[in-house]
């Protein structure tokens, strides 16, 4: 098992800042990659990005490209998405995720294995 904690969510401006953070605790050490999935009212869950524990490896999704950053301290089960230049169409509740089978699965929804509570952020315009 494996326990998910998010934390940093909020209300920013539009072109402000926030950043997420997700810890894991529990039986990690198996696991492949830690991703960060999207939210919006009525809208499916949407992939944002995601980074292999080993390595350091990263994946984006269109939309935030050149705009968020993931990162981990693998020392503290943690990995971050720092979001900038923020707008109104990332509204969401932001969820981490661990997926223990292939990296090639990083944008699947259905592949990961754990998920975490979900924490919100609302950009105003």
């Known amino acids: 098992q494996v326990q998910l904690v998010e934390s940093g969510g909020g209300l920013v401006q539009a072109g402000g800042s926030l950043r997420l953070s997700c810890t894991a605790s529990?039986?990690?050490?198996?696991?492949?990659?830690m991703g960060w999935f999207r939210q919006a009212p009525g809208k499916k869950r949407e992939f944002v990005a995601a980074?292999?524990?080993?390595?350091?490896?990263?994946y984006y999704g269109d939309s935030v490209k050149g705009r968020f950053t993931i990162s981990s301290d693998n020392a503290k089960n943690t990995v971050y998405l720092q979001m900038n230049s923020l707008k109104p169409v990332d509204t969401a509740v932001y969820y981490c995720?661990?997926?223990?089978?292939?990296?090639?699965?990083?944008?699947?929804?259905?592949?990961?294995?754990?998920w975490g509570q979900g924490t919100q952020v609302t950009v105003s315009s």
């Open positions: 995720a661990v997926l223990s089978s292939s990296w090639i699965f990083i944008t699947s929804e259905r592949k990961y294995d754990y």
């Open positions: 529990g039986h990690t050490f198996s696991s492949t990659a």
């Open positions: 980074i292999r524990w080993s390595g350091g490896s990263t």
